[in-house]
């Protein structure tokens, strides 16, 4: 197996949410708003009112797509599903 086909096999869940409105619920109870902006292998970015804000990813115990996002999380997996 090549580098390249075993890189897409560690893809992140998170991987499916980028660019969308999301609520991202903490251990410790907080909860954040905003475009995930980027999904890294350690963290997430988020773009809100006030800017950005980078959140590790040990630290969040929900991600969830705004109710406005949902249509357009649908129409990404159909995308997804069509491709691979």
């Known amino acids: 197996m ?3 086909g075993r890189r897409e096999e560690l ?6 949410l ?7 619920w903490l251990l410790d109870g ?5 475009r995930l902006k980027r999904a890294g292998e350690r963290e997430l970015v988020l773009e809100g009112r006030d800017g950005e804000v980078v959140v590790f990813k040990h630290a969040v115990a929900y991600i969830i ?3 406005e996002a949902l249509g ?3 129409e990404k997996m159909r995308h997804m599903r069509e491709e691979g």
């Open 11 to 16: 893809k992140q869940p998170s991987d499916g």
């Open 30 to 34: 907080g909860r954040l708003q905003g």
């Open 65 to 67: 797509p705004l109710r």
């Open 72 to 74: 357009d999380l649908n």
């Open 2 to 4: 090549t580098g390249r």
């Open 18 to 24: 980028v660019g969308l409105n999301v609520e991202v």
